[in-house]
């Protein structure tokens, strides 16, 4: 059986990937791997403050037979990612293919984050994504919402996420720069597209896995 390995700085993420899992790739074994101190580290002193811890995480789910691994964290993604060509298989970050389809739907896009140290990463990797493709880029936090996620309340957090997102005009598409904000889109009512991270992340990795 293929074997995907998940980092999280969460563990709200283990039942939502384990979901779509059941969904979109039935045959494919997670394994779950949780470090919440890794956000907190890497929000107080920046991602690669963690690159050494990062790699050690990952490190031990190769050994432990991952066939790849899949960082759920959008702030230490690029982190993450940075360390596949020492491990010997992929090592990917659940956001990439969000990003790129963003920059296929228009130039114009907001990116909507509730952890601030969330936006440098996904303005980057969304850069990356569009190339030579022109780009204007617009920063959102939405204030408050965290503080919700902390104390446990996930249907505060995203409603604080949703009315963020009802604001927004005169862009072509909106990326969730955070796996857990991913359920916010069907509570949105704006017309503009709503891009999430994780069924495209976890069917990106699963197919790395050829599952």
């Known amino acids: 059986m293929n074997v995907l390995a998940l980092l999280h700085t969460s563990p709200v993420h283990v039942p939502v990937f384990d979901a779509l899992r059941d969904e979109d790739a039935p045959g494919l074994e997670l394994r779950h791997l949780v470090h919440e101190q890794l956000l907190g580290r890497a929000r107080e002193l920046g991602p690669e403050?963690?690159?050494?811890a990062v790699r050690t995480v990952l490190a031990g789910a190769v050994a432990g037979g991952a066939d790849a691994v899949l960082c759920t964290c959008s702030t230490i993604g690029a982190v993450a990612e940075a360390a596949s060509a020492s491990l010997g298989v992929p090592?990917?970050?659940?956001?990439?293919p969000m990003a790129a389809a963003a920059v296929a739907q228009g130039h114009r896009i907001a990116v909507v984050a509730t952890v601030a140290s969330t936006l440098e990463p996904t303005v980057a990797l969304i850069r990356e994504e569009a190339g030579d493709r022109p780009?204007?880029?617009?920063?959102?936090?939405a204030e408050d919402a965290w503080a919700h996620f902390e104390s446990g309340d996930?249907?505060?957090?995203?409603a604080v996420i949703a009315g963020t997102l009802d604001t927004l005009t005169?862009?072509?598409v909106i990326v969730l720069?955070?796996?857990s904000m991913a359920a916010a889109a069907t509570r949105t009512t704006t017309s503009v597209p709503v891009l999430s991270s994780p069924r495209p992340g976890l069917r990106a990795a699963a197919a790395a896995v050829g599952a």
Do not use: F, M, N, W
């Open 49 to 52: 403050a963690v690159t050494e």
């Open 91 to 96: 090592v990917l970050r659940v956001d990439r």
């Open 170 to 172: 005169d862009v072509d």
């Open 177 to 179: 720069a955070q796996a």
């Open 135 to 141: 780009v204007a880029l617009r920063t959102v936090l």
């Open 154 to 158: 996930p249907e505060a957090y995203l």
